[in-house]
């Protein structure tokens, strides 16, 4: 059974920087890709980064590109996201999830974290 657990959420003006982890455990880490996605009130859980198992390729959502960074460090069984240039519309709660293939749907993630809350102010 895979766990995985985010943190590094909080509260950040407009154009600060934050930077999420998400530990996993309970299977070999870097047999895995993960992904991003986050969710606001209202609104369905959207797509924000992918990562393949060597960390060598990454793919993002065109609202993330040029601004968040996924990576990952097998050696901690950790993968982050680095949130630079935050608008008050990334406000929403960031999960990360597992897959064993390449994908941008919800749906087809196997395992999620519980969330972590960002919240960007104006």
């Known amino acids: 059974q895979v766990q995985l657990v985010e943190s590094g959420g909080g509260l950040v003006q407009a154009g600060g920087s934050l930077t999420l982890s998400c530990a996993a455990s309970?299977?070999?880490?870097?047999?895995?890709?993960m992904g991003w996605f986050r969710q606001a009130p209202g609104l369905e859980r959207e797509f924000v980064a992918h990562?393949?198992?060597?960390?060598?390729?990454?793919s993002y959502a065109d609202s993330a590109k040029g601004r968040f960074t996924i990576s990952r460090d097998n050696a901690k069984n950790t993968v982050y996201l680095q949130m630079n240039s935050l608008k008050p519309e990334d406000t929403a709660v960031y999960y990360c999830?597992?897959?064993?293939?390449?994908?941008?749907?919800?749906?087809?993630?196997?395992?999620w974290g519980q969330g972590t809350q960002v919240t960007v102010s104006s």
């Open positions: 999830a597992e897959i064993g293939g390449v994908s941008s749907s919800a749906a087809d993630y196997d395992y």
């Open positions: 309970g299977r070999t880490f870097s047999t895995y890709r």
């Open positions: 990562i393949s198992r060597n960390g060598g390729i990454t």
